[in-house]
């Protein structure tokens, strides 16, 4: 069965910095484009960040450029968020999205991010 878990979510101040973790088994990883999506309470799911299977093309959201760089190790399944630079407003639920094909889609179960003094 083809799974995610996110993790490295928790709380820190405003300017500090945290590295999320998308751990994926049961697919082809190297083949999947990923991504990060993120939602706070009573908003939409907003994409965050996303980057080809080979990982050479990435694109942000206007809101994380220059503070945030999602990239992968395909030798370890494993996708990363770095963030830094942390603003409250960045306080969500982040979720791990992969994307195959024409029409297979996968989702992690979410990690916590909260930034507050």
């Known amino acids: 069965q083809a799974q995610l878990v996110e993790s490295g979510g928790g709380l820190v101040q405003p300017g500090g910095s945290l590295r999320l973790s998308c751990a994926a088994s049961g697919f082809t990883f190297s083949s999947y484009a990923m991504s990060w999506y993120r939602q706070a309470p009573g908003k939409e799911r907003e994409l965050v960040a996303a980057?080809?299977?080979?990982?050479?093309?990435?694109n942000y959201a206007d809101s994380v450029k220059g503070r945030f760089t999602i990239s992968r190790d395909n030798a370890k399944n494993t996708l990363y968020l770095q963030m830094n630079s942390l603003k409250p407003e960045d306080t969500a639920v982040y979720f791990c999205?992969?994307?195959?094909?024409?029409?297979?889609?996968?989702w992690g179960q979410g990690t916590q991010v909260t930034v507050s003094s």
């Open positions: 999205n992969a994307r195959g094909g024409w029409s297979k889609v996968y």
């Open positions: 980057l080809t299977s080979a990982g050479g093309s990435t």
